[in-house]
């Protein structure tokens, strides 16, 4: 989970002890469509892994994207 | 061109940089033609200052611009200056992944952006070269484009609509200086306008503003003075006048 948060403060630009919250878009000034890729990009690097579409779009949240995460590792 | 000489055509002068610069180069002694879509916003110029002519038109409608600026130039002698500033900004990332199961960029948003911002400006331009080189008038086209033009994520079509409006600058000043007519474009960065801010969220426009060498948005005063020069300079032709306060995209 330290791994995740670190990469959500980093893409993200929040403070880190934000990332322990379930933050969505609404609630981050810099998540929009491209900055997800970007996210999205540095998760799959960090992780070694590849998400489909369908990942992609459902991870709105921080709760979603730590779900979709942990079904692949 | 001095500006008591000058006969100024402006688009979009209802608001924004169109408004300011119609009321500025009016008080300077130039005849001024308002061109808006919005006969509304017209009509408080109208109010503001008297002198200004003002004429409802939407310029992305050839029929409509066709019929205005044949017009204009039926019914005053020395029109000598156009100013393409009529435009829209609308934003979309040409794949939106959130967007299931299809994100693509709206067509309707691609049209509507190239309709206004493009084709508004060579419809616009097309009308008035003609009418100036039947009149044999001299004067200048000066472009309304961005530092968007050079491509900035997220604007795909307003991007490329501004590239199109910096390349058609430079075929005209290429193909219309035998007629003794400048052509020359504006590409202001980030300004203090209410467009900018309707256009982005705070937080982006903050970035944008840190990432300013200068630390600020542009005034749109800036903007007026830089259409000044580009009236003014005589030798200043086929150029991209960059006011950005140093910041590259």
């Avoid at chain 1, 322990?20 to 609630?27: H, S, Y």
């Avoid at chain 2, 300077?28 to 038109?57: M, P, R």
Wanted: glycine share 8%; net charge negative.
């Amino acid at each position: 989970m330290e791994k995740i948060n670190h990469i959500l403060a980093d893409t993200l630009k929040i403070p880190f002890e934000r990332t322990k919250e379930n933050l969505g878009m609404d609630d981050v000034d810099h998540w929009d469509s491209l900055s997800h890729m970007n996210l999205i990009v540095a998760i799959e690097d960090a992780f070694g892994i590849e998400l489909s579409g369908d990942d992609i779009a459902e991870m709105t949240t921080f709760n979603a994207i730590r779900t979709t995460i942990s079904k692949y590792i | 061109m001095e500006l008591r000489q000058a006969h100024i055509i402006i688009t979009g002068a209802g608001s924004g940089f169109g408004k300011a610069m119609a009321l500025y180069f009016s008080s300077k002694g130039a005849s001024v033609f308002a061109l808006d879509i919005n006969g509304t916003s017209l009509s408080k110029l109208k109010k503001e200052d008297k002198t200004v002519h003002t004429y409802t038109c939407d310029v992305s409608n050839n029929g409509d611009v066709e019929e205005v600026v044949d017009t204009l130039f039926q019914n005053h002698s020395g029109i000598n200056v156009l100013i393409n500033n009529a435009g829209i900004m609308k934003n979309a990332p040409l794949v939106n992944v959130l967007n299931r199961p299809d994100g693509r960029h709206s067509m309707a948003l691609w049209d509507e952006v190239i309709q206004v911002n493009q084709n508004g400006v060579f419809y616009m331009a097309r009308s008035f070269i003609n009418n100036m080189i039947k009149k044999r008038n001299k004067g200048v086209v000066i472009n309304m484009s961005s530092i968007a033009a050079t491509g900035n994520a997220g604007q795909t079509a307003y991007s490329a609509s501004k590239a199109a409006v910096e390349a058609m600058t430079k075929v005209w000043a290429k193909e219309l200086g035998v007629f003794g007519i400048r052509s020359v474009a504006i590409a202001p960065g980030f300004m203090n306008t209410m467009g900018t801010h309707e256009a982005l969220e705070k937080t982006m426009l903050d970035k944008w503003v840190s990432k300013t060498p200068l630390n600020r948005t542009g005034a749109i005063e800036e903007v007026i003075l830089a259409a000044q020069f580009a009236i003014e300079n005589d030798f200043y032709n086929g150029e991209v006048l960059g006011l950005n306060g140093g910041l590259v995209l």
